[in-house]
């Protein structure tokens, strides 16, 4: 199993912008390189949903409700997966997770909360 850490969240006004940071200290660059990552979250009450998604030839897909608002990105020889996330409304509220797609590895989730 992979080991994922996420970090970077918090609580911001609407409109407001945090990087969300995904790290896999425990695992080779050349292993990390071949994964397709992925941040998922889940609100209260709600199942969890894809986010948005970066396979290992840096290709990118997101979610219609964060499409313009939301980057990911991420750096193999550091083995990190970045979110930007930028106008940031209430219902983005939630924990975030990072994982490996196909896999079941996931991160500790970070709580990200967005005040009206």
């Known amino acids: 199993q992979v080991y994922l850490v996420e970090s970077g969240g918090g609580l911001v006004q609407t409109g407001g912008s945090l990087r969300l940071t995904c790290a896999a200290p425990?695992?080779?660059?050349?292993?990390?390189?071949?994964?397709?990552m992925a941040w998922y979250r889940q609100a209260p009450g709600k199942e969890r949903e894809l986010v948005a998604q970066?396979?290992?030839?840096?290709?990118?897909t997101y979610v219609d409700s964060v499409k313009g608002r939301f980057a990911i990105s991420r750096d193999n020889s550091r083995k990190r997966v970045w979110l930007r996330m930028n106008s940031l409304q209430p219902e983005d509220t939630a924990v975030y997770y990072c994982?490996?797609?196909?896999?079941?590895?996931w991160g500790q989730g970070t709580q990200v909360t967005v005040s009206s």
């Open positions: 970066i396979d290992n030839n840096g290709r990118e």
């Open positions: 994982t490996i797609m196909g896999t079941n590895d």
């Open positions: 425990r695992t080779i660059f050349s292993v990390f390189s071949a994964f397709h």
